[in-house]
């Protein structure tokens, strides 16, 4: 092949990239016209007369059916869901709830909100919760476990579900990144006790802000109900569940708007992002020395991005600017530089067991009879993976040529480390 770009050869790719985000590339004439129906209409609070027909009931309704699940509740974010999802199910003080070491700072955040103990455990070759040391860290106070979909990859669901059912955990899925994904059919989300969804900006479809709990039980539905909202129980009939006092995490009229015209579009990004990553990974799947992220079900994947492993960090390291150079935009997890907030070690408050109040903290009340320690090398072997990680974003808008173009410059940079 060519000399690298790096060495001063001539790149595979010259023409710019149109990475951007999924959800927002998306927005039209569908997102205007349900938003301006909103301020048209002047009703921009959802719990009000014909509470059924507001843009968030009507999302809702779309996420029952796609996830073929019995209640479902919009919230204003997805770190709002999973807070919601662990007060109705009773997670609070003296309780631990098991994450995984590489996922979004706010899962770990939302179970230190309900003042319960986050238990950071590896992650495997899919990058997700590995179920061995799940299963390793469970204790007397093991009350629930997240597992958490990175970037659109499913976590390992059969093995967390029988070892939860064994040992009476519960299970709540974090599908913030994964929204549209499935497990062998099933949709993510729908598998464990309770799913919940984000739709920020970043992720697969957006309302601006908001986020989503879906559930089979209607006390967990009601409760959730009741944390997302103080006044729930004037809004209908949940009376069958004793009210809990809630929080402010309703979502708006126009976020619903936003949302549910979102919603109408998120198989057709789904559906393109699948047809970009199968031609990337058809093309490089048996370029030598790389090895691809293990997904389980590569059906469901979401297929936000493509991850490579490198032999090692540095070996990482010069690949992703290599293929920088080759006209291919990448990303390198972990390299000890920029602290992404998606690893353990830079989740600082976590680590240093800090909140608003230094007293009766998750980790220091006297309800807490477990001990947890935290250090920024506990998890060695997520970290190993991530920093010989190379990440490739990808795009609904991805063409055919940009996707061989992708697989030319993998291939080239790969051929010539061989080569080394
Ligand atoms: C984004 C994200 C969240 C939080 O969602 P917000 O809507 O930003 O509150 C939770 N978990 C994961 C894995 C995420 O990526």
Redesign the pocket.
Known sequence: MHKLAIDGGSPVRTKPWMFDYHGPLEIGELEKQYVLDVLDHGRVFRFMNEVDSSYPSLLENYYKQRLGVEYALAVN????A?ICALAALGVGPGDEVIIPAY??V??AAAVVAVRAVPIIVECDDTLNMDPQAFEAAITPYTKAVIP?H?RGVMAQMDEIMRIAKQHDIFVVE?V??ANGGSYFGRPLGSIGDMGCF?F?FY?VITSG?G?MVVTNQEAWAARAGYQHDSAFQFWGDTMKVPSIPGENYRMSEINGALGYAQAQKLEDIVAKLRAVKKQIVHGIRNVPGIQLQRVVDPEGDVSTSVILYLRNHEAAQQFSKALEAEGVPNGHIYNGGFADRHIYCNWDYIMEQRMASPVGTPWNCSEYKGNVSYDRQMCPVTLEYLSRAITIGLNQKMTEEDCEDVVQAVTKVAEAAAKQ
């Open positions: 974010g997805g770190t709002s999973l996922t979004f706010a899962t958490v990175m974090d913030a990144q984000s920020q992720k802000e986020g």
